[in-house]
């Protein structure tokens, strides 16, 4: 089993910058893949980055050049640096870590943080 803890979620204005960060604790596998989606009301979940365990990241086309999708493999830790916050960017983000096998992928989530952008 597989615990996440996500924190740096917050209130902001538009223009400005978060920082979050998610915790993996567990069984984790040497290959694997971490990555933040977010969920904004009456919208479905979609992913933002991810990285995997080797370091090969990937974006939304919404968020490239603002947000950039880090971790620290030592501290089992993904975070998210957020600049350039626009409204649209509010959503409840949740962390996601995939434990990458050959024959089959083990999913496991955070409870999310939420992320508000004032206009």
């Known amino acids: 089993q597989v615990q996440l803890v996500e924190s740096g979620g917050g209130l902001v204005q538009a223009g400005g910058s978060l920082r979050l960060s998610c915790a993996a604790s567990?069984?984790?596998?040497?290959?694997?893949?971490m990555g933040w989606y977010r969920q904004a009301p009456g919208k479905q979940r979609e992913l933002v980055a991810a990285i995997a365990s080797g370091g090969s990241t990937n974006y939304a086309d919404s968020v490239k050049d603002r947000f950039t999708i880090s971790r620290d493999n030592a501290k089992n830790t993904v975070y998210l640096q957020m600049n350039s916050l626009k409204p649209e960017d509010t959503a409840v983000y949740y962390c996601k870590l995939r434990n990458i096998r050959v024959a089959v992928n083990y999913d496991y989530w955070g409870q999310g943080t939420q992320v508000t952008v004032s206009s």
């Open positions: 567990g069984n984790i596998f040497s290959v694997n893949k």
